[in-house]
């Protein structure tokens, strides 16, 4: 058994306000998860979604369906 670790990337979009999360996509296929965490706590804690989850909530945010606060 092989154990893959997270590659993990923070969002083009991000401005580094200090405000971001990084994500791993690379555990997708293999594990069917998306790890996220705080891009300011690399050795803190990890949340891990089923891929799609984390997909049907980026879907959600596209769509305008969340709102605005």
């Known amino acids: 058994m092989t154990t893959e670790s ?3 990337f923070t969002s083009s979009y991000s401005n580094n306000g200090g405000a971001c999360i990084q ?3 690379n555990l997708t296929t ?5 790890p996220i965490r705080d891009s300011k ?3 803190g804690p990890t949340l891990n979604f089923p891929t799609h989850s984390f997909a049907s909530f980026v879907a ?10």
Not at 30 to 34: R, S
């Open 6 to 8: 997270p590659h993990w």
């Open 41 to 43: 706590d690399p050795n």
């Open 30 to 34: 293999t594990h069917d998860l998306v």
């Open 60 to 69: 959600s945010i596209k769509a305008g369906e969340l709102g605005t606060p």
């Open 23 to 25: 994500v791993a996509t």
